[in-house]
């Protein structure tokens, strides 16, 4: 089973700790949009010569789940994704997709995916409702960012952030005032979600390193032992108590 792994209050005098384990039907963690976080999408490659990259989902994907990927910049004031560049849609196959399955989309010479299907800007169905202009995607040898994203609009409060990589030096900017600039997306990680890969052209991304984010802890044996996953495998049917502890504050609540 997977745990609520939302921020709990501290201290907490209530059960909301107290979980009934029954035998599960299944161990898999299938997820979409409706429940990917940041970091569970991860760009492994980049390429502005021409338009290629690559991303690895870290969870198993449900069919249909349909990711945005942009070279727009992100502006931190106002809080918004730049109105000029483009946008890609990657579709997963009606099957979904494994864990730590790489993907390949090309823009140029041929639209193409390893796996799914991809549309690229006025090609996307529906394409107004992320940008009613004049879209258009394309990685700047110059400089640019490619990010991850889930959300049926480019309207950020209904949008969340997966993860980016951005190639237009070893830092990100505060603005996204021209094509090569970008801010951290919300919700993202410096040096974790968010890569500043230096201003290059083409870059592979090692992933399986990388750390997730972790900042709670879980604990069913009294807090005896904590571990940043909340995810229990292998437990007797019964009652459990769960801790929840923020590492960063050191607070322990049920």
């Known amino acids: 089973f997977a745990l609520d792994s939302s921020s709990p209050e501290c201290p907490a005098n209530n059960n909301n700790g107290i979980l009934q384990i029954t035998p599960p039907t299944s161990s898999a963690v299938v997820k979409d949009c409706s429940t990917l976080e940041p970091g569970d999408i991860a760009i492994i490659y980049y390429n502005a010569n021409p338009d290629q990259f690559a991303f690895v989902p870290r969870v198993a994907l449900a069919g249909g789940t349909k990711i945005v990927f942009t070279d727009k910049g992100y502006s931190n004031s106002p ?13 997963a196959p009606a099957a979904g997709v494994p864990a730590e399955t790489e993907i390949f989309i090309t823009r140029t010479p041929t639209v193409s995916a390893s796996l799914g299907t991809v549309f690229f800007d006025t090609a996307i169905p529906g394409y107004a409702a992320y940008d009613a202009t004049n879209p258009s995607f394309n990685l700047e040898i110059a400089g640019d ?15 969340t952030f997966l ?31 968010a890569l ?3 201003n290059v052209a083409e870059a592979t991304i090692p992933w399986i390193p990388l750390p997730l984010v972790q900042p709670y802890a879980y604990s069913i044996d009294g807090g005896a032992t904590f571990d940043t996953t909340s995810l229990f495998t292998g437990l007797m049917p019964g009652t459990y108590t769960i801790l929840i502890k923020n590492q960063t504050s050191g607070c322990i609540a049920p």
């Open 145 to 159: 960012q490619s990010i991850a994203l889930c959300g049926n609009s480019l309207n950020v409060n209904d949008i």
């Open 163 to 193: 993860f980016a990589a951005h190639a237009n030096g070893n830092t990100w900017d505060n603005d996204a005032s021209s094509n090569a600039r970008s801010a951290i997306p919300p919700g993202l990680v410096n040096g974790v979600t």
């Open 79 to 91: 809080p918004a994704l730049r109105s000029a560049e483009g946008l890609a849609q990657w579709i």
């Open 196 to 198: 500043a890969l230096g």
